[in-house]
């Protein structure tokens, strides 16, 4: 099965409100990036966490190793906030990134 | 942030034919990857290269391909010869060390006919 499960596969959000993404881990992961593909396909790095957690601006990012989770928390969404977000995880022992499915996010004003 | 740059964007060739993909990785980086992406879905790990060698490579990383950096100048993914299921983005990514941040190129699409 898959080692990074990403939720929800799509996710539809009013301008001003807020909400989380998650990813299980089924194997001990050392650290997690999350990262959002805008409409031209880039990859824009949001967090990097081997731990703990990370806030920048209105995006919030926690990895509980132990727990084998990692949040992303959007508030005050904002029409530029469209698009797939990503989690990826490093495994233990390799250095490589598996990434999650992603999540579908739409902005509607 | 740093910046990975990767050409060409768009790349379509004929089945059978020989590609090779472009990438010029953040300069003081050391380590650096390449990805495959389906039709803007799970994005896959294919191989990551260190001081001049394969390090780790995936069973997506096909005998076809092949992956070089000649004396510091473009990280390369050749692909000879290329195959139908070969079309996707390819995304090529870089590190300073290991068990660091990866920063990603644009991704050049290849559409193989």
């Known amino acids: 099965g898959d080692q990074v499960e990403q939720s929800p596969s799509a996710l539809s959000l009013h301008e001003g409100t807020g909400s989380a993404l998650r990813c299980n881990f089924t194997t001990t992961m050392r650290a997690v990036q999350w990262f959002q593909q805008n409409s031209r396909g880039s990859l824009i790095n949001l967090f990097y966490l081997a731990s703990g957690t990370k806030e920048n601006g209105r995006l919030k990012s926690t990895f509980n190793s132990k727990e084998s989770y990692s949040t992303l928390h959007i508030r005050d969404a904002q029409l530029e906030d469209s698009g797939t977000y990503f989690c990826?995880?490093?495994?233990?022992?390799?250095?490589?990134?598996?990434f999650g499915k992603g999540t579908q996010l739409i902005i509607q004003p | 942030g740093p910046k990975v740059l990767q050409i060409p964007s768009h790349q379509i060739i004929d089945m059978g034919q020989m590609v090779t993909l472009n990438c010029d990785p953040v300069s003081n980086h050391l380590y650096f990857y390449w990805y495959k992406q389906i039709l803007g879905q799970q994005m896959e790990f294919l191989v990551n290269?260190?001081?001049?060698?394969?390090?780790?490579k995936s069973k997506l990383f096909k005998d076809q391909f092949s992956v070089e950096r000649p004396d510091g100048s473009y990280f390369t993914l050749k692909i000879q010869p290329t195959a139908l299921e070969d079309s996707a983005v390819y995304f090529c990514?870089?590190?300073?060390?290991?068990?660091?941040?990866?920063?990603f190129g644009p991704g050049t699409r290849l559409t193989v006919l």
């Open positions: 990826a995880a490093e495994t233990e022992g390799a250095d490589r990134l598996t």
């Open positions: 290269f260190y001081n001049g060698k394969v390090m780790e």
């Open positions: 990514a870089s590190s300073l060390g290991l068990g660091v941040e990866q920063y």
